[in-house]
């Protein structure tokens, strides 16, 4: 994957703003003595409008993440003393596992709060659990949202 890729796929998932692809994009143009057309697209035009473009005029695409790499990207960044912060990576996860393999420690976590909050109607006891369960998550999660870093961003 590409670091134009991988700024691409941070932008299409709410990980970075337009206006943070576009000042990674100028800084990446700066740096290379001779960049990319797509680059100085994305630079000049910005994410929204470089997609929108069919992909023979514009063939970097963000990539399509694994429950795993996008559980991974928001654990992460989020802040285990603002409830409303785990509960909202609680309830997205609980959404969004549905269907993916068992036998990921990451999925039962996630079933496990779509019990406590959809089932027994308990979203304190689902911030508990989180503010319990993922300190011992994050190295995983930080080791797999390592690849999609990107240099001055």
């Known amino acids: 994957m590409t670091p134009l890729q991988v700024a691409l796929t941070l932008w299409r998932y709410g990980h970075m703003t337009d206006d943070e692809v576009t000042a990674w994009a100028w800084n990446q143009v700066a740096l290379q003595t001779s960049p990319s057309q797509e680059l100085l697209e994305l630079a000049t035009d910005g994410p929204r409008a470089c997609l929108k473009r069919a ?12 429950f795993e790499q996008e559980f991974s990207l928001r654990a992460v960044r989020t802040p285990l003393q603002s409830r409303e912060s785990v509960l909202e990576l609680a309830k997205w996860a609980a959404k969004r596992a549905m269907g993916e393999d068992l036998s990921n420690p990451i999925v039962q976590l996630a079933y496990q709060w779509d019990h406590l909050i959809n089932d027994c109607e308990d979203s304190e006891a689902a911030v508990t659990l989180a503010r319990t369960s993922l300190p011992q998550a994050l190295p995983r999660c930080q080791a797999v949202s390592a690849a999609f870093t990107v240099s001055g961003a």
């Open 55 to 66: 992909e023979a005029d514009f063939p970097p695409r963000p990539v399509e993440l694994t």
